[in-house]
Nanobody
Framework: VQLVESGGALVQAGGSLRLSCAASGSTFSITAMGWYRQAPGNEREVVAG????????NYADSVKGRFTISRDNAKNTMYLQMNSLKAEDTAVYYCTAVAFGGLRYWGQGTQVTVSS
């Protein structure tokens, strides 16, 4: 499974961005997908997750009510709609997928910078 993120940018506080993660390869084996982020000097942290059907989602407390995760299985693409962005949302955002057998795959990351 290969994952490619896009959509990262510099945005002002209060603004919005939509990140995309395009999956290719053995996408049939993916059972769940999600977004993580890593700010400078910090550990990578989970942001949101979604099941293969899209029927179940979960969010970190810090983004609940502001971020929305979704996926379009016909396009093999997952999204993260980020609204009301804050300076503390600044990080490299990574797409991840879990496949059969527990194998985890990562994208290369996309930079989101929120200016205050």
């Amino acid at each position: 499974v290969q994952l490619v993120e896009s959509g990262g940018a510099l945005v002002q506080a209060g603004g919005s961005l939509r990140l995309s993660c395009a999956a290719s390869g053995s996408t049939f084996s993916i059972t769940a997908m999600g977004w993580y982020r890593q700010a400078p000097g910090n550990e990578r942290e989970v942001v949101a997750g979604i099941t293969s059907s899209g029927g179940s989602t979960n969010y970190a407390d810090s983004v609940k009510g502001r971020f929305t995760i979704s996926r379009d299985n016909a396009k093999n693409t997952m999204y993260l709609q980020m609204n009301s962005l804050k300076a503390e949302d600044t990080a490299v955002y990574y797409c991840t997928a879990v496949a059969f057998g527990g194998l985890r795959y990562w994208g290369q990351g996309t930079q989101v910078t929120v200016s205050s």
